[in-house]
């Protein structure tokens, strides 16, 4: 899958530049039309892939980038969270809703990303693991009506 | 994160501004509730009716102030969770595990 306009914005990995990373989310989603909710459910997956990246994938190792790539058209919005660690098994992740779960501090952010975008991917890449977040752009007619209804 | 604090017995509500979000509040929010157990109360509302944001680091903070309330015999109610945050918690399903009030004299009569 393509989009065929490309934002990448590559840093260390220490927190400070999260909200860096959601701005120009936010920015990105004013581009390709979506609504306030659209805009808050994308940040916020994306927010949580970003710091997965620092904490887990880079453990705040900060001589280790995060690349962050937007891609966007009509149709997508596509953004590759990259870092340089070691993988991880999605699979493996613990339900943090189970009553066994529930009390940790923890292990919440996989849950929100699967929340508000359309599809995730993990991919293992030779040096760390890229996860894609799949938000699709709703068409022009289907905004005129959500706005009609509203 | 803004954090206000008001006593009413030994109840503190603590009115709480802003995003509570990675690198923005969530260790705050650790701390203050931390500095009023030590304190020695024994319930505390955490009202989040004006608070516009929150991560999942967040909601682990809200998380870990509940086990550190838990832990000094206290309890942890929150008051007026709206929008976004409302909708994080009820994903989350921690929603459950909170007392939950619209009205603070009712979230305050509790004690």
Known sequence: MTASNRVELVFPSEFRHVDLVHSVCDRVSAVVGFDQDQTTNLGLAVREATINAIKHGNRMNARKKVSVLFQFDKRDVIVSVQDQGHGFDPSTMRDPTLPENIDRPNGRGFLLMRAFVDRIEVEPVRRGTVVRLIKRVPDAATRRGRRGRS | ?111
């Not at chain 2, 929150?78 to 929603?95: E, F, H, I, T, W």
């Open chain 2, 1 to 111: 994160m803004r954090a206000r604090v008001r006593n009413v017995g030994r109840t503190a509500v603590l009115k709480l501004s802003g995003k509570i979000a990675v690198g923005s509040g969530e260790q705050a929010l650790e701390d203050v509730v931390a500095g009023l157990l030590e304190g020695g109360v024994s319930r505390i509302v955490l009202d989040l009716e004006r608070v516009s944001y929150m991560d999942s680091s967040g909601l682990g903070s809200l998380v870990a102030a509940r086990r550190a309330a838990s832990e000094m015999g206290a309890e942890l109610a929150l008051l007026r969770p709206g929008g976004k945050v409302l909708d994080l918690l009820q994903l989350s399903g921690l929603l459950q595990m909170f007392p939950i009030y619209d009205d603070e004299s009712k979230a305050v009569a509790q004690e």
